[in-house]
């Protein structure tokens, strides 16, 4: 059974920063591309940052790049969001995904909330 557990959101001032993290289980996670969203209230989930399998390949969102980097640990099962100089409009659910890099297959963690607010 897959699993995609997120961890490390929560409530941060302005100009702040968080690390989150997702770990994954019941998979081969070297072959699945990585990718985090985000869904504020009110509005749909958009890609906030995408890495590819291996970890060499690595994608933006615009309204994220150079404030957010995306990383993964292959030994650990486990992808991360380092998000700095988090702005208000950075609120929202911030979910993982899981895809296959040979199949249709994906998956979804449960989302973990950020917040960022004075």
């Known amino acids: 059974q897959v699993q995609l557990v997120e961890s490390g959101g929560g409530l941060v001032q302005p100009g702040g920063s968080l690390r989150l993290s997702c770990a994954a289980s019941?998979?081969?996670?070297?072959?699945?591309?990585m990718t985090w969203y985000r869904q504020a209230p009110g509005k749909e989930r958009e890609l906030v940052a995408t890495?590819?399998?291996?970890?060499?390949?690595?994608n933006y969102a615009d309204s994220v790049k150079g404030r957010f980097t995306i990383s993964r640990d292959n030994a650990k099962n486990t992808v991360y969001l380092q998000m700095n100089s988090l702005k208000p409009e950075d609120t929202a659910v911030y979910y993982c995904?899981?895809?296959?890099?040979?199949?249709?297959?994906?998956?979804w963690g449960q989302g973990t909330q950020v917040t960022v607010s004075s």
């Open positions: 995904n899981a895809k296959s890099r040979s199949t249709d297959y994906n998956a």
């Open positions: 019941g998979l081969t996670f070297s072959t699945y591309a």
């Open positions: 890495i590819s399998s291996t970890g060499r390949l690595t």
